[in-house]
């Protein structure tokens, strides 16, 4: 999931805060799949 917005592409500061959210979401997401799986 590497999509980013064009404002995000052409801001380093909005595009360090996209990735650090896209890897929070990335954290996140597998433990609500194991929850649901169990």
Do not use: Y
Not at 24 to 37: I, K, M, N, R
Request: aromatic share 6%.
């Amino acid at each position: 999931m590497t999509i980013r917005p064009r404002a995000a592409a052409d801001d380093p500061v909005l595009g360090a805060l996209w990735e650090r959210s896209v890897r929070a979401t990335h954290d996140f997401l597998p433990s609500l799949e194991g929850t649901e799986q169990c």
